[in-house]
Nanobody, 123 residues
Framework: QVQLVESGGGLVQAGGSLRLSCAASGRTFSSYAMAWFRQAPGKERQLVAAISWTGSSTTYADSVKGRFAISRDNMKNTVSLQMNSLKPEDTAVYFC????????????????WGQGTQVTVSS
C-alpha cells in the first residue's frame, strides 16, 4: 500500500514558477510509476506528467511540454513537479498518483491518490 501527500501549491503570478512535491509512504515506492494529474473546476481530471518506476521514462501533456519537469528520488520516496512559465490556464488542483511499474495515462490506470494541492495562477 502507498500513501501519498502533496505539498507546494499556492498562488503565483503568470510567468512564475512553483515546485510541487509528493511524499510517499511504503517500502515499495521504487516499484511504482508516479504521475501528476490536475483538475480544474468543472473539468475532468487529466494527466500532466508521469515518470516510470526507474525514472528512465517520462511523459507530458502537450500543454505543459517544455515548461514542466517531473522527477523522482527513490531514496527519499518523493516525486516532484517543477512548473515554470506558469499560465492562468494551469490553475487547478494537482494530484499525485501511483501505480505499479509502468506509466499509465488515464485516471483509471492509477491505484493510489493524494488529497491534492491547489495551484492558482493569476494574470
Amino acid at each position: 500500500q502507498v500513501q501519498l501527500v502533496e505539498s507546494g501549491g499556492g498562488l503565483v503570478q503568470a510567468g512564475g514558477s512553483l515546485r510541487l512535491s509528493c511524499a510517499a509512504s511504503g517500502r515499495t515506492f521504487s516499484s511504482y510509476a508516479m504521475a501528476w494529474f490536475r483538475q480544474a473546476p468543472g473539468k475532468e481530471r487529466q494527466l500532466v506528467a508521469a515518470i516510470s518506476w526507474t525514472g528512465s521514462s517520462t511523459t507530458y501533456a502537450d500543454s505543459v511540454k517544455g515548461r514542466f519537469a517531473i522527477s523522482r528520488d527513490n531514496m527519499k520516496n518523493t516525486v516532484s513537479l517543477q512548473m515554470n512559465s506558469l499560465k492562468p490556464e494551469d490553475t487547478a488542483v494537482y494530484f499525485c498518483a501511483a501505480r505499479p511499474w509502468d506509466i499509465g495515462r488515464t485516471v483509471t490506470d492509477y491505484d493510489h491518490w493524494g488529497q491534492g494541492t491547489q495551484v492558482t495562477v493569476s494574470s
